[in-house]
């Protein structure tokens, strides 16, 4: 329900009634404009537009197409008012980015989009303050664009209800091309995998068996990177990819990468109303010529619209067979899985049980993970025959080299420093170049670890602000300022200084909330959770979510609550490994002496038994299918 997104903002100043006709071709230019760029107008309000980059889908560069369709504005402007008899109209914009709540209007046929939240009232700040034609942007969107497209810092903007003024910059103009990505090197130095990929594509593809390819590796060795370079790949040959990805929540109801392709494919939001949510899944089940009802009624739990419980879980696990084999088309179907090490048990069975039971479908399962993977499924991909796992190995001394080098410049030897000390990981090779150029390269030791490059990277700072981070250190992983002012008695220039230190991005500051106190802090999580309340059409759907917010609001009483809902929710799902984990964390929050602690403990010992059937039967079911067949 919240998503990153962007959102642009627009007036002129002049008179509305001299100019309708000018102002609803205007209004025709700009949207085409932004939706060239890949955004959608949510509303216009007056003479104002208003647009979310991001939602229903991140791009992960929204933030750079929102300034880029901004920019491209003034031009069409300019030709409007050379075109039109009346005064000419003038334009003032702004891009703000951050986490927004997005639902869909329930009284509005096209399903427009409802975007609010702190992000939106600052992008109006921001615009009432923008020069005419002339595009403001704030913080995030600044840190998120800075390679790409100059700006330049302007004052802050002060605003009403806001404490501190808003850090604001104007965008002049794109650096690069939006095709071009400086921000990424050219892929190196993965022949060889890349290769057994494609051969295993290839043979997937031709002999319409499909097969699960996991990659495993340390963070940062390049696996995402290997999975977008091959998705490129197959939709260039025409093919079809999907990208699914974990996140590192406690709580789930069960199969989140999964639910999150049905979600794609169908087009669902998660602010759908269940009754939408479900029309869009029918629709999706009919285009891929899977519409009989039993089937769509076991679907619609992967949908989070459950109509039914399922008699069990290899009824349900049949049906998403289908729904991938269904899903699967000539040329060919790639399912990349990122971060799998994150995925709950039921996703883990699932990603299994799909690779070993489809049949006849053209379809590779890409399963990313930290080897931390196999700690928890010592035998993944084990009892599969067709399944291939593969290291991702540092890259070889040559590409790592290529890669430093073109980073730093043209510094032969502290490319080859670079190379040795980053032991042939990208994204370490990638920190190290930056630290050498927020040193100007007028340095002399390189450190020779990554650990000994972070040190280094602390020792270089001011000594004021290496303090800070020591005294940060000591509050915690996570640290608040309030106790950070505490431990320093002349604190004048904390923010200041928090914001130096975030700027070389050493630490990350959660906006206001965090940088205010716990106080705050609570009362933004309580916020949210009544916002989300308020704008999910069905709070089961979110109850792992609204349950977070609701303990970090210091609510245990409703955070409970929505425990126990999520957890019913994942049993309906036979997810019952996140069954347990969620009962269990209400039983956390639920004092000693609370009747309700015997009921829930029951729920929880039945939900780990129903688990242990649900192994064993199908356990047995496939050593019968065996005998059988032997
Ligand atoms: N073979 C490669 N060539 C160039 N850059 C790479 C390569 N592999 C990874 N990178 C870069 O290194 C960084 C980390 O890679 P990523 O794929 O995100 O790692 P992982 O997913 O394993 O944590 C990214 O910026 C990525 O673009
Ligand atoms: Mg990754």
Redesign the pocket.
Known sequence: MCRRMNSARWSDGADPEDVRDVLREYYRAVKATIERFGGVVEKFIGDAVMAVFGSPVARGDDAERAVRAALAIPRIIEQLNASSPHPDLEIHMAVNTGEAVVTIDPGSPDGDLLVAGDVVNTASRLQGAAPPGRVLIGEETFRATRRVIRSEPVPAVAAKGKREPIPAWVAIEALVPLAVRPA???????DGESGLVRDIWSRAVAERRPHLVTIL?E????????AEEFSFDVKETGGQAFHVRELPYEQSSGYETFVQLVHEVAGIFESDPNPVAMAKLEASLDHLGLADPALVQLLSVFARTPEVVADDRRSLFDAARRYVEALSSTPGTLIVFEDVHWAHPSTLDLITSLAGRARDAPIVFLA?ARPELLDLRPAWGGGLSSSTTMR?EP?PAA?AHW?AAGLVGEEPEIAQRIELAASGN??FI?EMAAWMLERDGTDDELPTTVRAMIAARLDALPREERDVVFDASVVGKVFWAGPLASLRPDQGDLDEILGSLERRDLIRMERASAVEGDRARRERHEAVARYVEEAAPDTAAVAAILAYHWREAGDPERAVTYLLVAAERAEQAWAYPEAVALYEDALGLIPRDDDRRRSIGLRRTVAGIRHEHTVMEEEQLKRLAADGSA
């Not at 990424?184 to 993965?190: A, D, E, L, N, S």
């Not at 963070?219 to 290997?226: E, F, H, P, W």
Request: aromatic share 4%; glycine share 16%.
């Open positions: 990424q090197m050219p892929f190196v130095g993965r590796g963070a940062g060795i390049g696996k995402t990177r290997l990313l991702l890259l590409s890669l990208p994204l990638e």
